[in-house]
């Protein structure tokens, strides 16, 4: 599955009109600040019906507009009349062959997309609430109502802390069983995926890094309980403190994941081109497991490959050969010539406007 054309109109700096993508292969070439990253943006919103950039960030009209609006045709099964249309205006809506989409969960599946982006640094030295969605999304790739729990746990903590703030014991005790059994499920599929990274991180950092790295993925859960009673137990045991503190301080929200070798903190000890690889590691780990679950994603490339030398790049793009389609953003002195293929169509980006190599 991939996109055949994106059509924009009034959407940030990209000139409006339509934009196809005829092969499975795209460059985008231009300048910082000239709208290449705003395209992969596009393909990212019409993938998840939201932005990879900062809520700041996230007002996607041109300045002056009252509207934009983004339609992405894509080919699936040979059948060419699929359309998923983002519209903002007074509120944003995502419309999937004109039906209008409640609910952003319905496109998760349809075009998977993994970005590679220079904020995937923050994944490995960033708060911990990062890591927690990194390994959320990969989850949800594969299990679509894990969703749901996400959000179900989210509503119970938040009546919780209500609870807690408003010092009312009375209902915390079906509070603390609802929070506890929806927390273990959240804490068995964390652990899972954990075991069957673990199964692979090492070899894989160790192939591109061109050395060996016995490094590990650790899951360190809030909640030390292997079992739903023990949880649950636990989050009542530490009632007193949560309603001392006014807050719910132990679970799945608390979660951290942790890159471990020699029993040290990878994160603290790694240089910063090892902490370089390991972000593309973590992002390619993303993509296999979109491929490992039955598709193949798309892939959306923002100027980073080129922040590791020659041959560890080479060997990160060995294992990055699978996709349904690729998108690589590069600067106009980098050598990306070297990595043309016969399939590869080239578009400059300048102040907005694409023309076709």
């Known amino acids: 599955m991939s996109f055949q054309s994106v059509t924009y109109f009034n959407y940030r700096n990209i000139e409006n009109g339509t934009i196809r993508f005829p092969t499975r292969e795209i460059f985008l070439v231009g300048k910082n600040g000239q709208g290449k990253t705003n395209i992969l943006e596009s393909i990212y919103i019409l993938a998840y019906g939201a932005s990879f950039k900062k809520k700041s960030e996230q007002i996607f009209k041109k300045y002056g507009s009252n509207q934009c609006s983004l339609i992405g045709k894509f ?11 983002f519209t903002e205006e007074k509120s944003r809506q995502i419309f999937l062959n004109k039906h ?8 998760i599946n349809l075009n998977p997309v993994i970005l590679f ?7 490995i ?5 990062l890591r927690r969605k990194y390994m959320d999304q990969i989850i949800c790739f594969k299990n679509y109502e894990y969703i749901d729990l996400k959000r179900n746990y989210k509503i119970l903590l938040g009546h919780r802390n209500a609870l807690l703030k408003e010092r009312n014991t009375k209902l915390l005790n079906i509070y603390d069983r609802q929070l506890g059994q929806t927390a273990y499920r959240i804490y068995h599929y964390r652990k899972t995926l954990t075991e069957e990274i673990n199964k692979v991180f090492s070899e894989l950092y160790s192939y591109v890094a061109g050395q060996n790295f016995p490094i590990r993925f650790y899951y360190h859960s809030s909640l030390k309980g292997i079992s739903e009673e023990e949880q649950i137990r636990e989050i009542e045991e530490n009632r007193n403190f949560d309603l001392k503190m006014c807050t719910t301080t132990k679970g799945p929200h608390r979660d951290n994941f942790v890159f471990v070798m020699d029993n040290k903190d990878f994160s603290k000890t790694a240089s910063t081109g090892q902490k370089r690889i390991l972000s593309l590691i973590l992002k390619l780990l993303q993509a296999k497991y979109v491929e490992k679950y039955g598709k193949k994603p798309i892939i959306l490339l923002d100027d980073v490959i080129l922040e590791v030398d020659g041959e560890k790049r080479s060997r990160f793009l060995n294992q990055l050969n699978f996709y349904e389609q690729i ?15 016969e399939e590869t169509t080239v578009f400059f980006v300048d102040r907005g406007k694409i023309h076709e190599r």
């Open 100 to 107: 209008l989409l409640k609910d952003r969960k319905d496109l």
């Open 327 to 341: 998108f690589y953003a590069f600067l106009p002195e980098e050598n990306y010539k070297d990595y043309m293929k």
């Open 125 to 129: 030295t960033g708060e911990p609430e």
């Open 117 to 123: 982006s220079h904020e995937d640094f923050n994944i």
């Open 75 to 85: 080919n699936i099964e040979n059948d060419e009349n699929n359309e998923i249309r």
